[in-house]
């Protein structure tokens, strides 16, 4: 949940995103209420199979999972620890979440916390749960997964961010490699992995500085933070999707530093993302200095953020050897729509060329 001031600012608190998975809905709810009585914000969901399990962790955020091992993998089916480990590979080594993970065991299963903690567990915990130590181990795996977040915004730091995506620019090269394969021994071909990246920097931020304040610099750097996911300015791409906000659930964005942010769009394709970065120009027309200060203090002007923008896409056009490549392609665009135009949309395409989206919108 993300919580706006009286000035429609986004606050940099946020609720602390927690998943229970266990077929036992009395522990469930007694997970709950040891963690609800801990901290009150924590915003906890609860799942009883893997495969809801696998729903949620592409649809949300989670700061911390806590994992039964021995769980159904679907409704009607009976409980068993190697679908709990089934769920660890899938999430470490597919999904490639670094979401801290909780595993719970029960008596009988004590001899997996070798194995759990070699999959990339956080933590082994066996059952009966006492409330204190329990609560102090959610407690400490959520701080270590918030230390990879911007103070000021609330968004991932450059380090968390680049960590994830060098995660996820690995995986679609080895699934790409994997199509490539298949098509060359005349097997049905696997739709290519896309990844896109959406580079911004502000081109009026000193101005704005100079003029009201920092502080008021830092206000408008948290407004355009929370407009990534303020649903009330949110078009969808095309009809069929039904996301609310400008940016998916499992998209990231964060503040690289000063007023440049870097956004990753998995499984998106060049056209899509210039969609994406069309609708968050919008959105900062949307951003008035005014509101923020006040009509009075307001100078005529200086009421209006601009930022420059880069996008790049990987394979095509841009056939980036690394997830650094990747990100070069999107920040040179961004410094080639900051140098020739900008507040425009720049990005090169498979012979290396810049390209103003804006004026010539094919690649």
Not at 164 to 173: D, M, P, T, W
Not at 261 to 267: K, W
């Amino acid at each position: 949940m993300i919580i706006f001031n009286k000035n429609n600012i986004v606050e940099t608190k946020r609720d602390i995103n927690i998943l229970i998975v266990d077929d036992d809905e009395l522990i469930l709810r007694t997970i709950s209420k040891i963690l609800q009585a801990s901290d009150k914000q924590y915003f906890i969901e609860t799942a009883g199979t893997v495969k809801k399990l696998f729903d949620l962790a592409k649809k949300t955020y989670w700061d911390t999972i806590l994992l039964d091992l021995s769980i159904p993998y679907d409704e009607g089916e009976s409980s068993d620890p190697q679908n709990g480990l089934l769920a660890l590979d899938v999430l470490k080594a597919e999904y490639n979440i670094a979401t801290p993970i909780i595993a719970i065991t029960g008596y009988n299963e004590v001899e997996l916390s070798d194995i759990v903690l070699d999959k990339g567990a956080y933590y082994f915990l066996p059952k009966p749960l006492r409330p204190k130590s329990l609560s102090s181990i959610v407690k400490n795996a959520t701080r270590f997964q918030m230390s990879g977040f911007d103070g000021l915004t609330g968004l991932l730091n450059r380090k968390t961010f680049e960590e994830r995506l060098k995660s996820e620019f690995e995986r679609a090269i080895r699934k790409n490699e994997r199509g490539e394969h298949q098509l060359n021994s005349s097997l049905s071909e696997m739709p290519l992995s896309t990844l896109s990246l959406i580079y911004l920097d502000g081109d009026n931020f000193k101005e704005i500085n100079d003029t009201y304040s920092h502080l008021v610099g830092d206000m408008v750097l948290k407004k355009i933070s929370g407009s990534f996911i303020d649903e009330s300015i949110y078009k969808p791409i095309d009809e069929e999707q039904s996301y609310k906000y400008i940016i998916r659930p499992y998209d990231l964005a964060a503040r690289f530093g000063g007023d440049e942010f870097c956004l990753f769009l998995p499984e998106t394709e060049h056209k899509s993302v210039l969609v994406v970065a069309r609708r968050i120009r919008e959105m900062l027309k949307t951003i008035n200095i005014a509101d923020i200060v006040g009509s009075e203090q307001v100078a005529h002007n200086l009421t209006s953020v601009s930022m420059s923008i880069g996008i790049a896409t990987y394979p095509h056009p841009n056939n980036a050897a690394s997830y650094l490549e990747l990100i070069n392609y999107a920040d040179y665009a961004m410094y080639g729509s900051k140098e020739e135009k900008k507040g425009h949309i720049f990005g090169y395409n498979a012979k290396g060329m810049l390209i103003n989206f804006d004026a010539s919108p094919t690649i």
